[in-house]
């Protein structure tokens, strides 16, 4: 259900958030926020219909706050106010982002045991959960939970990007996947292993038994992209049962990059061709976010440290980001 905005600004906040759901955007988180400040505007000034400076006292980190989720919270303000000076609406100068605090989270790297359990008792739970409780969700998710992760573990999309892929972005002969909608406003592809296509393919062929001409690749018993929650919700179920180690669905797509840069090491120094590729699939908009996966791979690093020290620590980033909102 769409919620009306309800102060003087609501056509504004109306004609902005459509402009950013056509540009693909807008999500969730932001449109709560954004109702949020809404709701701050009615009850503190019913009768402005202009932003005003203190109206944006609402985006100052509050005590309780951490910088990062100050700024999560007043993404979408700072963008309406961007575009309202676009428009004339607005003179006001740009709010300062808090200083962003680097997270130190370390992804796990699987090993083959440890992999080879998680699918297995992927595949076994969903089956069990369907034999206990024979209804449409317990069927979607024996059908898609097995997929999904192994789409994941062999691709190295982000989250969000396997959620929200359509049947039409999938060439399912040429095993071409075309990922429209990401985090950011870039579009990228990639090709599948040959033994996930043809993964991918009996999956198709079983769920149009289950839902025809559905529009997403993994949907929800409506046909809407799954959650958040789904996914995380379902690692963390089934990861629990294979060790006690710390992982997070997202270190699946950590893995994927780490194991292609690992392999480089019996390949000489010819980095160029191989990081940029691994760069384009992973959809990173530039390749210093790739190489940031190099201080998670440590024999190659050593190597790389040794041959061109200088160099190597100049191109170095930190860590990647983990956040879910990619997620």
């Given amino acids: 259900m769409k919620y009306p905005f309800k102060s003087k600004l609501s056509q504004k906040f109306e004609e902005f958030v459509a402009i950013r759901i056509a540009s693909g955007r807008w999500n969730t988180t932001y449109d709560y926020n954004l109702h949020h400040f809404d709701r701050y505007i009615?009850?503190?000034?019913?009768?402005?219909?202009?932003?005003?400076?203190?109206?944006?006292?609402?985006?100052?980190?509050?005590?309780?706050?951490?910088?990062?989720?100050c700024i999560s919270r007043t993404t979408p303000i700072r963008s309406f106010l961007?575009?309202?000076?676009?428009?004339?609406?607005?003179?006001?100068?740009?709010?300062?982002?808090?200083?962003?605090?680097?997270?130190?989270?370390?992804p796990h790297f699987f090993t083959q045991d440890?992999?080879?359990?998680?699918?297995?008792?992927?595949?076994?739970?969903?089956?069990?959960?369907?034999?206990?409780?024979?209804?449409?969700?317990t069927l979607l998710n024996r059908l898609q939970l097995p997929v999904y992760f192994r789409l994941l573990y062999s691709s190295g999309m982000r989250t969000c990007e396997v959620r929200w892929?359509?049947?039409?972005?999938?060439?399912?002969?040429?095993?071409?996947?075309?990922?429209?909608?990401?985090?950011?406003?870039?579009?990228?592809?990639?090709?599948l292993h040959d033994?996930?296509?043809?993964?991918?393919?009996?999956?198709?062929?079983?769920?149009?038994?289950?839902?025809?001409?559905?529009?997403?690749?993994?949907p929800d018993m409506k046909d809407e992209p799954r959650k958040i929650r789904w996914a995380c919700t379902s690692f963390n179920k089934i990861w629990s049962k294979v060790s006690n180690e710390k992982a997070?669905?997202?270190?699946?797509?950590?893995?994927?990059?780490?194991?292609?840069?690992?392999?480089?090491?019996?390949?000489?120094?010819?980095?160029?061709?191989?990081?940029?590729?691994?760069?384009?699939?992973?959809?990173?908009?530039?390749?210093?976010?790739?190489f940031g996966y190099f201080h998670l791979t440590p024999m190659l690093t050593d190597k790389l440290k040794c041959n061109c020290?200088?160099?190597?620590?100049?191109?170095l980033p930190q860590k990647p980001e983990y956040n879910e909102e990619n997620i």
């Fill in 309 to 315: 020290a200088k160099k190597f620590s100049e191109l």
């Fill in 42 to 69: 009615v009850a503190n000034y019913p009768s402005c219909e202009e932003l005003t400076v203190d109206m944006l006292d609402w985006c100052r980190r509050r005590e309780t706050e951490r910088n990062n989720t």
């Fill in 114 to 137: 440890e992999l080879s359990a998680f699918f297995k008792e992927c595949d076994s739970s969903v089956i069990r959960s369907y034999q206990e409780r024979r209804c449409t969700t």
């Fill in 165 to 191: 892929l359509k049947c039409s972005n999938v060439n399912f002969e040429s095993g071409i996947v075309k990922i429209i909608k990401s985090k950011s406003i870039d579009e990228h592809g990639i090709v």
């Fill in 195 to 218: 033994s996930m296509l043809q993964l991918l393919q009996r999956y198709n062929q079983a769920m149009e038994k289950v839902m025809p001409n559905r529009i997403y690749l993994f």
């Fill in 82 to 106: 961007k575009y309202a000076n676009k428009r004339g609406w607005s003179t006001l100068d740009p709010l300062p982002l808090p200083i962003f605090e680097a997270k130190s989270y370390v």
């Fill in 248 to 290: 997070v669905e997202y270190d699946l797509r950590s893995f994927y990059a780490i194991s292609n840069i690992s392999k480089w090491e019996d390949h000489g120094y010819e980095l160029s061709g191989k990081l940029l590729f691994l760069s384009r699939s992973m959809g990173h908009r530039n390749i210093q976010s790739t």
